[in-house]
């Protein structure tokens, strides 16, 4: 199935369909394992930073043979993409689908910005997400401002035909310093002006209490973005065996940390699965 229509379904249901970073061979395991336990559909996601590690074709096979390799149903995806020429790289590639992050821009070019973007997407059949309003970058969790204003959105979504859009209500990317508080009126108030055309998407998961996890997907968030906790726990879980232990056949000490992401994410799954 197109990426548009399962995240148009699972929003008709209710259900949220989660979109986790990759950054090696192991990552990428880890959330396949757990997608594959959970019998989930899943977004495999790209930055450019990943890309320049793993190199684009590399990092975009890895992906797709990892999903034939674990029977899992799931898409490719540029997180963040900051220009039209890296996006444009990424649908040579074949990916499924782009993010245009033109969210730090003012209004009228950002819609110029992704207005470029889906036309030429347009012609690969790929997905666009765009995003509106500020969602703070990492290191930034102290900002509060920048929320999505619900009639922007409606204007933002009819003017540039995007097909999913990234909005602000409260998240921030990285870990938090305070517990974040979702705005959940007005992402209702989003999803009215808006949910007819494009899917809403919900970044800086990581760190966002289950409860307002599965609160956001009731009320009209689909795609929920999830990266640090999938760093964190993979780095954590490799720093503690290496402190303990001197084994130099790294085949037998990464697993270790890919299980610990396969159970976090089959946790997440299950919360998104609801
Ligand atoms: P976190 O790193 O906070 O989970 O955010 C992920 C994200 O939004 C990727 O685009
Ligand atoms: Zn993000």
């Not at 149903?73 to 649908?91: A, K, N």
């Amino acid at each position: 199935m197109k990426i548009k229509d399962k995240l148009k379904e699972l929003t008709a249901q209710k259900v949220g369909l989660l979109a986790t970073n990759y950054y090696n061979l192991e990552t990428l395991h880890g959330v396949l394992k757990a997608a594959q336990a959970t019998s989930s559909p899943l977004i495999l996601q790209l930055t450019q930073s990943s890309i320049d590690y793993m190199g684009l074709e590399a990092a975009v096979a890895l992906g797709r043979e990892g999903l034939k390799q674990f029977h899992v149903e799931g898409w490719i995806h540029l997180d963040h993409g900051g220009s039209v020429e890296l996006v444009q790289r990424c649908l040579d590639a074949g990916f499924d689908s782009v993010m245009i992050d033109g969210s730090e821009l003012p209004f009228e070019e950002n819609v110029k910005l992704t207005q470029e973007v889906v036309k030429r997407a347009v012609s690969y059949g790929a997905h666009v997400e765009a995003e509106l309003g500020y969602v703070a970058k990492l290191g930034q969790s102290h900002l509060h401002d920048g929320f999505t204003q619900p009639a922007e959105a409606k204007r933002f979504v009819e003017e540039t035909g995007v097909d999913a859009l990234a909005i602000s209500i409260g998240t921030a990317h990285g870990f938090y310093k305070e517990k974040p508080k979702l705005q959940i009126d007005l992402l209702q108030a989003i999803a009215q002006e808006v949910q007819e055309r494009a899917t809403l998407v919900l970044h800086g998961s990581s760190g966002v209490p289950d409860d307002q996890l599965i609160a956001a997907i009731n009320h009209g968030i689909c795609k929920i973005n999830l990266a640090t906790e999938i760093k964190n726990i993979f780095m954590k879980t490799l720093q503690n065996i290496l402190a303990q232990n001197d084994e130099i056949d790294l085949r037998k000490v990464f697993p270790k940390a890919t299980n610990a992401v396969v159970e976090l994410v089959k946790q997440k799954l299950t919360i998104v699965n609801n």
